[in-house]
């Protein structure tokens, strides 16, 4: 999470955990920026139960009301994520932390 205020973040978890494809949501305070909810342990999933699963999750995720648009960058993920791997990629100016060569 960002600087943002976390209202956003916290009500999709909660739309998404009342639907039953995230964790449970115990708590949380937004001016503390704090949340708490179900532990999610690592657990392996087979191609095949993948194919059968995640369909049906998707069609879950998809009859909630649409998310609110979040404060997002797309470029500046990409470019700390996979930028530095490339030769003489450009910065881009508005990132908080823009890849360097």
């Not at 999470?1 to 956003?8: G, I, L, S, V, Y």
């Not at 999610?40 to 993948?50: K, M, N, Y």
């Not at 999750?57 to 998809?62: A, D, G, K, N, V």
């Amino acid at each position: 999470m960002h600087e943002e205020d976390p209202t956003r973040h916290y009500t999709c978890m909660r739309a998404a955990a009342e639907a039953g494809v995230a964790p449970r949501v115990w708590y949380t305070n937004i001016e503390d920026k704090i949340s708490i909810t179900d532990f999610v342990g690592p657990e392996p999933l087979q191609i095949s139960d993948a194919l059968v699963r995640l369909p049906v999750l998707l069609r879950t995720l998809h009859t909630l009301p649409p998310f609110g648009r979040a404060p997002f960058n797309t470029s500046c993920t990409f470019l700390i994520n996979k930028g530095p791997a490339l030769d003489g990629f450009p910065e881009v100016s508005g990132c908080e932390h823009t890849a360097k060569s």
